[in-house]
């Protein structure tokens, strides 16, 4: 007979994993004896190829830009790193940019993972050590000490550990019911920089609506809404300031009202019946091209404007789907998803406490994935340059919250990670030497980047020689 209450087996299971996987080896690097520009190349297939020069001029910001825009070295890397084989959906790349605040649907201010582009079946270690390689460049791009990039990353882990081990003693409804609002991590923060800084951002996700944000971007001509061009971070793909190659099959389609048919149709058949209905009380007014974020950066993402009856507004996000830089790399026979769209969005449920209503699939018109959510709704991420070692290492510190109930509500392995962490410092110390040494590889593949770009091999355009390029 099973047992109905396992718990005890698990905990034993962790507590082995510790002989067949040290907590100490969890310093090393991985496999290093790569191109990080071939990878990097690897994935522009498909991008708008005017908008890969932009992609890399980002990255070519700063080391810290670059590893944002590199998912594919460290998931490479990470492939010949020891894991204790606990395999469940993980964000992909969990670093601390991708952890923010945004709006439930009942208007719930919470803080949570919030970028899942890279969701893939995988160790759970692996979202954690993109987080505390983030965390250390963080620190040096900050000008912060080695001391307290150290502390930033043990704040991280050190919080990690706390929270899943009380999450291992949860039940399971308890486990999908824990929410971290930012205002219980105002009440509970002791310094009062933070507080300030939490109410700030409190602030400003309230006035991050759609009324809000519309007027900055469109006006209302002849009675319809149409979105402003502003090359290359808005522009409509049909109109003068396209950035579309005459070639493109977008191109070919003549009008975008051609296209939100197609990719329109399609996420309305995918959304449940409640949301479906209400999005038939709105009507769309425009479409443009929208360029977000570093490693995205040419892959086709679109804002899709709509109204109602009362000329309230509603933005969506369409994103392309690409294939997860995971997907080559995870250890053991991984799931092969049918639709890139639908393994994001699945990722995203299974791993946040609370979702977009308006998550989704479709697909477009040349059989390329994608996936719809809300555009920028109450939506904030922390102003990096604003933090000092104490508020980095508090932050670090919520992201491993953050992390530990998003992985124990998405795997369900609790308890057995729990038992494997257990509460030494082996673990810790091995996190704080892998983030020092890994961050230290960024740089060396920044300078191999840099050299790339300066001698031609790879075509970087900063934002502000692209802006010239458009206005000659």
Known sequence: MTDPNPTAQWMDLGRALRKTVQRSSHHRLGHLDRDPVALLQATDTDRVKRLVPLKYGRMLASPFAFFRGSAILQAHDLKHTPNTGLLHPICGDAHLMNFGGYGTPERQLIFDLNDFDETHPGPWEWDLKRLVASLNLAARYLGLTVAQGDESVAAAVASYVEHTAMLSRMDTLGQWRAVITL??????????????????????????????????????????????????????????????????????????????????????????????????????????????????????????????ATDAPMMLQIKQANASVLARFVPGKQPRHRHQGERIVAGQRLMQSSSDRFLGSTTGPSGRHFYVRQLRDMKISVEMETLNAKLLAGYGALCGRTLARAHAKAGGCAVQVSAYLGKGEAFTDALVAYAKAYADQVERDFSHFRAACRSGRVIAQTEADFGADLRA
């Open 183 to 308: 205002a219980s991590v105002r009440a509970a923060s002791q310094d009062e920089t933070a507080r300030a800084m939490l109410s700030r951002a409190i602030g400003k996700a309230q006035r991050r609506s759609h009324e809000q944000l519309l007027p900055r971007m469109g006006a209302k001509v002849d009675g319809r809404w149409t979105l402003h061009d502003a090359p290359p971070a808005l522009f409509h793909i049909h109109g003068d300031s396209t950035l579309f190659p005459p070639e493109d099959d977008w191109m070919r389609l003549g009008h975008w009202t051609a296209l939100t048919d197609h990719l329109y149709r399609g996420y309305l058949d995918d959304v449940p019946v409640d949301v479906r209905a209400l999005l038939e009380r709105f009507r769309m007014q425009d479409l443009a091209f929208k360029v977000v974020g570093v490693g995205s950066v040419g892959t086709r993402c679109l804002v899709l404007l709509l109204t109602d």
